[in-house]
Every structure is written in structure tokens, then in C-alpha cells.
């Protein structure tokens, strides 16, 4: 008999193999059994023996007859066995060789039944030695108990102890299992089960619990009932189990925490699992009513897509798809689902796991989002549109105004020609009420130019790319003053004008109409302009007043920025009624306000424009019209 690897390498051989078959044991330990000279005198021998060994290891038991070559160098007819033997998991960690050899010498009966009974006890020796059991043999009726020194080192007795009685063995058992173990004896003992199987814990004298594994079956010796087996020490495996028992406690209260929706299915993708909060989120009031059901029956929105995710998964990668599946009670939802193989021991796919996240809110603002993008663009065409008709409209507005002011001024000119030709041709013979009206016919016809030129201003204001400018206001007013020669009438700057960004033609013009308004409508020749601005923060505000009469309160003042509108009578000067009108339209058209100040020290804060610093305002000191506006520092 002998003793093997897995792999076929000798760790031990019997005294009896050693010497019928002349296997030197020092010299062939570790080696491959059928290297060993009484395999090798034949290659098809060896050969033969190499492979039952593999299948062996693979759990076969192997039988067979073959020749070897004995220590006399006489090939020798032999049965041999292959036998695995397995640790406690069943893990194959051995294998035992057993041969007979088949000779033609006569042999009584009574050597015979040594011979087996010796080679029995060697087998037995040898298999509890290996597989690190112990045995033992429990006579019921003396309530004594045999076993081995294997046992006595599982259970912490004292060494070369053969025998105790069944009461001391029993106290060895764990309080809290002695009584199940003593239920499961009587019941093998009255047959009501076919053996003895059962894990229990015992403690040692140190204290120390460990686990033991029993295995036996009654028989019976002489007449009297027995019962024998094996124990192994399961402390291990025992500890293993509670924590992967941990584990999987663990695993569990964390899948049903999870606030996603996960589920286990087959290879076949049959639903077998799923969290307690993925069923409050599919609304289902009882899993068994879904267990065992086809996964991709869920998904019959994007079957496509969810089939080929799990495809993924099944061939070892990860599946991933957005998709609509409606709750068990119809509740629409979209879910963001990621797909995942489980390898059972042998890495093949045994089960997959799929964990699904509501994202139906997300993809209602989505859809949303792509709904008001969709609504965006239509809009964003209907303007495109609406502008390139306004930009037609005011091609056309600009060609009717030009159309119509060459047209009404060539007759105008014609008039104003022709009054002066008829006044000099008459000129010793008209009267001097009738020069008058000549010159109040011109008069006219110059305020009429002038109302033409105006109306084409103002209408084509705001249509017109102007550029940005850094602008020196103390220099734009300085021009300005300049330009309307009137040396008679002070004008006085109270205050460090700023430097702006903005569109410069726009702010001239807005400071001329203002200056000029005030010199034109003054009372007197010698009239006082005083200017001032006040910094708000992210803009200027900007005053013009003057000495005069100024603008009465009431109807008067609420359309003084109307077209056409003016204080006096047409006939008293040249006014128009548009360069206020003007004015607020550029002055607003850029952001900013304009109106009559009741008081010179009326600031932007009594208009709702409340100053964003906290420097003194310089006003106006005069008391007769006082004009304000804001401006904005940086211009877009």
C-alpha cells in the first residue's frame, strides 16, 4: 500500500510494498509512483498507471490488474486500487494505492484472514491519519467509548487515554448542544434515522470552544448493539460559514437599504431576487405574483436595447441602457440600468445582477428641455424672420422718407425761390405789409424744411449702427458750445465731467438739442446755462438748466417730450415740436431716463433711480427749466 499526491508523487509506502516490490523509500519519496523500478521494466505499464492516477485525482476510484516487477526481478501479477481521498470539504487531497498480489502458493484460511485483517488496520491507520479524523467504537450496553489518539488530541483529553465512559464524553459536549446530540443518539439507537450525523460544539479544559463533526452508524458485535464512526474538528469551516453568513447579512441589509432597484435573474433570465425598495418603486405589493417571470418582459418599450445589455453581461462585460418600463400599477418610468454577471465556482454565468435607476425625473426635464428647445428654434426662426421683414421695412421706410422729403422740399425751395423773385421784381412797387408776408412766407418755408429734416431723424434713430467711443464730455460739450454762437449767454460746467464709452453722435446730439432748447426758448438774450453730473454707480445723470421762465406745471409738462408739442405758438419761432421728442427717444433707446426737474435739486433718486454711491451731488443752482437724464458709463 501506498500513499500519493494528487500529482502522482509518493509521500509514504508500507513495509509490505517495500519489500515484494523492492521500493527503496528514502529514495523515491516525492517522486512519481510510476518512476519506482517495478513499474519501469515496462513503458505501456507505466504508462497505464500514470493515467489512472490522473483520473483518480479527479475523483475516480481506479481498479485494475496489471504486472510489476517483484524484488526478485520476477514480474508479479497484481490488483490494484486507486482510491481519492477527500478533507472535510471535499477537496481530493490524497490518493491510496492498494495492490494484491496474485500468486499461485496455497495459503490456509487463517493466514489469509490476517493477512486482511493487517492490511485492513495499515488502510485504516493510514486513511484516519490523512484525513487528520478520529474513530471511535461506543458500546452502548457498558456506556464505554474506544477511540484513537486522534481523538483524544480533537477533543483535549490526556494523551494515551483509550478508553472513557460515555457520561465523560458528553460533558466534553457544549452545554447548550447536549441535549440536541443526546436526542439524535436515541433516535439512531431506536432506528429512527439510518446513521449518526451531527455538528456540535465541545470545549476544552483551557476553555476554548471548537467545532466537531460526527459521523456513525450502529451495528452490532457478539449481540451486543455498537455504534462506530469518525470526528472531525469543523472549527474552520465553522468560522467561515459565520462569516460569510456576516457577509451575506451584510450584503443583504445593504441591497435593501439601497434606494435602487435591484434584481437577480437566471442564466435564462428568469426574475429571482429584488430589493424591498425596488419593489415599492415597481409598486409591487407581492413578489411571487413577478418571481420566475422573463425579465425582458418588462421592457417591451426597448426590448433592443435591453436584450443586447444582458447579452453583454451574460458573455462576461457590462450592459448598460436608458429605457421605459411602466410600474406593475401603470406608472410611467425611465430607468438608467446597468447589468452584471455573478460566476457560480466554476467562473460560468450562474446568475446576473441588474441594478436600475429611476431617472424619470431627469428625463421629463429632458423631454421638457428638448420640447422648450424645439419651441426656442421655432420662436428663433419666427424672429430671424420677423427681422429680416423689419430690415425690408425699413429699406422701404427709408426710401419712402427720402422719396417723400425730396419730394416736399423741392417745392418748398420752389416757393421760397419764388417769393424772393417776385419781392425783388416788385420791389418799388410792394408795400411794405406785403414784404412782411414774404418774409413770413419764407419763414415758413424754412420752419417746414426744418420739420421735414426732423421727422427724418427721428424716424430713422435706432436703425442705424453707430460705433463705441471713448468720449471726453468736457471736450463733446466744449464743440458743442462752440457750434451755436451764442456769445451772449453764459454757460457754466459745475462739476468734473467724465470719460464714457458710448456711442458719441447719440450724447451730441442729446447736450445740443437741450443747450439749444434752452438758449432758443430763453426770455432773454443774456440768459445763464448751468451743466452738472452726478456719478449713480453704473451711470451718470446728467443736468442742463438755465434762468428763464421755465415750464409750468400740469398738462404742459406731461407732453413736453411729445412729437410735434411745443410751449408757444408756431408762428412765435422756429420750433419744430420734434428735438425733445428726439432727445427722449435717443436718451432712452440707450438704456437710460429723462424728464423735468421740478427743483435743480431734484436728483435721479425722486425719478426711482436710486444713486449707487454715497458722493455729493452737485446741482443745478438756477431756478428756471432744468432738464435731467442718466447715461450709462459703458455702452453695449
Not at 450592459?319 to 401603470?330: E, Q, S, V
Not at 443747450?515 to 432773454?524: E, L, V
Not at 408756431?570 to 431716463?593: C, D, F, H, Y
Amino acid at each position: 500500500m501506498a500513499l500519493l499526491k494528487p500529482n502522482g508523487n509518493l509521500i509514504e509506502v508500507n513495509l509490505t510494498a517495500a519489500q515484494s516490490l523492492g521500493i527503496g523509500a528514502e529514495s523515491t519519496i516525492d517522486l512519481p509512483f510510476w518512476s519506482a523500478s517495478c513499474w519501469s521494466f515496462a513503458s505501456a505499464v507505466q504508462q497505464q498507471l500514470r493515467e489512472s492516477i490522473a483520473r483518480a485525482a479527479q475523483g475516480a476510484s481506479i481498479r485494475y490488474e496489471t504486472e510489476v516487477m517483484g524484488a526478485d526481478d520476477r514480474p508479479l501479477p497484481l490488483d490494484l486500487s486507486l482510491t481519492p481521498i477527500r478533507d472535510p470539504q471535499g477537496e481530493i487531497i490524497l490518493i491510496l494505492a492498494q495492490g494484491q498480489l496474485r500468486t499461485n502458493e496455497p495459503m490456509n484460511e487463517r493466514t489469509n484472514e490476517y493477512f486482511h485483517d493487517r492490511v485492513y488496520s495499515e488502510r485504516l491507520s493510514v486513511a484516519i491519519r490523512v484525513a487528520k479524523a478520529g474513530a471511535w467504537s461506543w458500546d452502548i450496553d457498558r456506556q464505554q467509548i474506544f477511540w484513537t489518539p486522534e481523538l483524544e488530541i480533537l477533543f483535549d483529553y490526556e494523551p494515551g487515554t483509550t478508553q472513557q465512559l460515555y457520561r465523560e464524553w458528553i460533558d466534553r459536549v457544549h452545554p447548550e448542544d447536549r441535549e440536541r446530540v443526546e436526542t439524535h443518539l436515541q433516535q439512531i439507537i431506536q432506528h429512527q434515522l439510518p446513521e449518526f450525523r451531527c455538528d456540535y460544539r465541545i470545549v476544552w479544559r483551557d476553555g476554548q470552544i471548537r467545532w466537531i463533526e460526527t459521523i456513525g452508524e450502529l451495528h452490532s458485535q457478539l449481540g451486543n448493539p455498537q455504534m462506530s464512526g469518525l470526528v472531525y474538528d469543523i472549527t474552520d469551516r465553522k468560522q467561515d460559514e459565520a462569516a460569510l453568513h456576516r457577509s451575506g447579512e451584510f450584503t443583504r441589509r445593504i441591497l435593501e437599504s439601497n434606494l435602487d432597484c435591484i434584481k437577480v435573474v437566471d442564466s435564462e433570465g428568469r426574475l429571482l431576487y429584488m430589493n424591498s425598495g425596488g419593489q415599492v418603486m415597481m409598486e409591487i405589493d407581492d413578489f411571487a405574483t413577478v418571481a420566475n417571470t422573463q425579465w425582458l418582459e418588462f421592457w417591451r418599450s426597448d426590448a433592443a436595447s435591453a436584450a443586447g445589455a444582458l447579452a453583454t453581461a451574460k458573455a462576461g462585460g457590462v450592459g448598460k441602457f436608458d429605457g421605459y418600463c411602466a410600474t406593475a400599477k401603470g406608472t410611467p418610468k425611465w430607468w438608467e440600468v446597468v447589468i452584471t454577471s455573478l460566476p457560480d465556482v466554476g467562473d460560468n454565468v450562474g446568475q446576473i445582477l441588474i441594478v436600475a435607476r429611476d431617472i424619470t425625473e431627469r428625463k421629463q426635464l429632458e423631454l421638457i428641455n428638448q420640447a422648450q428647445t424645439v419651441e426656442l428654434q421655432q420662436l428663433n426662426n419666427s424672429l430671424m424672420l420677423a427681422q429680416q421683414q423689419l430690415s425690408e421695412r425699413n429699406e422701404e421706410l427709408d426710401r419712402f422718407g427720402f422719396t417723400v422729403a425730396h419730394d416736399l422740399k423741392a417745392p418748398l425751395r420752389a416757393i421760397s425761390n419764388l417769393s424772393e423773385w417776385m419781392e425783388e421784381d416788385l420791389s418799388n412797387r410792394i408795400l411794405e405789409d406785403d414784404r412782411q408776408q414774404f418774409q413770413l412766407l419764407r419763414q415758413r418755408v424754412k420752419r417746414m424744411n426744418a420739420l421735414v429734416d426732423g421727422l427724418l431723424n427721428y424716424s430713422r434713430l435706432g436703425r442705424q449702427e453707430l460705433p463705441i467711443e471713448t468720449v471726453d464730455v468736457a471736450q463733446l460739450l466744449a464743440e458743442i458750445v462752440d457750434s451755436l454762437s451764442s456769445p451772449s449767454f453764459q454757460i457754466e460746467v459745475l462739476s468734473v465731467l467724465p470719460m464714457l464709452d458710448t456711442k458719441r453722435i447719440l450724447l451730441s446730439q442729446v447736450f445740443a438739442n437741450l443747450i439749444s432748447n434752452a438758449i432758443k426758448h430763453h426770455s432773454r438774450a443774456d440768459g445763464r446755462i448751468e451743466i452738472t453730473a452726478d456719478d449713480l454707480g453704473d451711470r451718470y445723470q446728467f443736468s442742463i438748466a438755465d434762468d428763464g421762465d421755465g415750464i409750468p406745471m400740469g398738462e404742459a409738462r406731461q407732453r413736453i417730450f411729445d412729437i410735434f408739442h411745443t410751449l408757444k405758438s408756431r408762428t412765435s419761432n422756429e420750433n419744430t415740436g420734434i428735438g425733445l421728442a428726439l432727445v427722449k427717444k435717443i436718451v432712452e433707446g440707450e438704456g437710460g431716463q429723462i424728464w423735468v426737474a421740478d427743483d435743480p435739486a431734484e436728483t435721479a433718486e425722486s425719478e426711482g433711480n436710486q444713486p449707487q454711491t454715497q458722493t455729493e451731488q452737485l446741482t443745478p443752482r438756477l431756478k428756471g427749466a432744468c432738464f435731467c437724464f442718466t447715461w450709462l458709463k459703458i455702452n453695449y
